[in-house]
């Protein structure tokens, strides 16, 4: 059969890894005559911007696999009901009677229209989702592909910022991290933390609600004890009323998810005038999602092994479903895929559980630190006099 493979949403540094996993299960199963990359996810698919990758050199396959970004290009495009008919007309063209969507929950949602509109229409179509999103806010999944090298940049971010902040005391520095409207990423944070003074000092989650009152009152405590403080916050946090610290904008596609657009710099202002002490934002932004230097050694091979086991999902005749990752064990550390229904990780998001944020909400608990060390390399510890 012939088979397309596309890519959703915003790329990270190790979904090429899951492309070259399937290219290299594809070739291994005769089932697949063809396998064609649309450029620039649903937009290509429409626009039949094709790339056949079969015949790709294996050495080029295997650097792409390594190379950050998607290689295939993404897109957040809406896709309308006559989209939906012109994809299966395209697919009916060419022969396409498999597809492959990596991405998170928005485009696993996609996978499943693909899936039932052609179910509608009477024509055959396995849909097969890739697991795909730095936030880690897919369902069922132990975590997603992408996720644990985004967990790790900004770790080491919080790290040497504090070294910074050590070195010439900014009294305050908030960094924003990456993660939307949950609060995985900003939890890992505190892996840079090996000795009590260790920034980041402070983190606060999406999930938790907090006044501006509280976090002047969180800063005031750490400051009169060390004389600095570095605090680590998610894009997507929220004060006691719901209300972003930024402006409020669209991320453009998107229909569900809003955004501050500009939140560690407009918290930074408002902790330096309610307490009249200095204060500076860092925004990483995207380079924490595409800082191939950082990716993990362990992100690389889930992703390529969930590419990979969405090829051999396919040849078995599966469909309907996505890519899950199933921890194994922690110590040593193994994994396994298994399929997961594209009806139940469609659209649906999965929160940093209430009880790993500290009572406080201004930090995680040990369970959470055992949930996620296992994913992500020891973070060295810096030396001073």
Request: charged residues 25%.
């Amino acid at each position: 059969m012939n088979a397309v493979v596309a890519h959703g949403g915003g790329p990270t540094s190790v979904i090429n890894a899951s492309l070259a996993g399937l290219i290299e299960s594809c070739r291994q199963h005769k089932q697949f005559r063809a396998l064609y990359g649309a450029r620039f996810g649903v937009r290509g698919l429409l626009s039949q911007q094709w790339t056949e990758l079969l015949a790709q050199d294996a050495d080029l396959i295997e650097r792409v696999g390594r190379s950050p970004g998607s290689v295939l290009g993404s897109s957040r495009q809406k896709l309308s009901e006559d989209d939906y008919q012109r994809i299966l007309e395209i697919f009916d063209r060419n022969n396409i009677h498999c597809f492959f969507y990596t991405g998170g929950n928005g485009s696993m949602d996609t996978a499943l229209r693909v899936a039932r509109f052609a179910r509608g229409a009477g024509y055959t179509l396995q849909v097969i989702g890739i697991p795909k999103t730095i936030d880690n806010d897919l369902c069922i999944t132990d975590h997603t592909p992408g996720y644990a090298s985004t967990a790790h940049f900004f770790a080491i971010a919080a790290r040497d910022i504090g070294e910074d902040n050590r070195a010439l005391p900014s009294p305050v520095c908030v960094l924003e991290v990456l993660g939307r409207n949950a609060g995985w990423v900003v939890a890992a944070t505190a892996l840079a933390r090996k000795r009590d003074d260790d920034a980041p000092h402070l983190i606060y989650f999406p999930e938790k609600p907090v006044s501006l009152d509280r976090i002047a009152g969180d800063v005031e405590r750490v400051y009169s004890r060390l004389g600095r403080v570095v605090i680590a916050v998610c894009e997507g946090q929220v004060d006691e009323t719901g209300n972003a610290f930024g402006a409020d904008v669209d991320r453009a596609g998107s229909n569900v998810h809003r955004l501050a657009s500009n939140l560690g710099h407009t918290l930074a202002r408002l902790i330096a005038q309610k307490l009249n002490v200095r204060a500076r934002a860092e925004k990483p932004g995207l380079f924490g999602r595409c800082c191939g230097p950082l990716s993990t050694k362990l992100d690389r091979e889930e992703a390529r092994m969930c590419g990979s086991a969405a090829a051999e999902a396919a040849a078995e005749g599966r469909s309907d479903a996505m890519i899950a990752l199933h921890r194994e064990s922690d110590a040593p550390y193994r994994s396994s895929t298994f399929l997961v229904p594209l009806e139940e990780v469609a659209r649906a998001e999965r929160l940093l559980p209430l009880d790993w944020i500290a009572p406080e909400a201004n930090d995680v608990t040990p369970a959470f630190l055992n949930y996620v060390s296992p994913l992500i390399p020891d973070i060295e510890r810096y030396e001073y006099l």
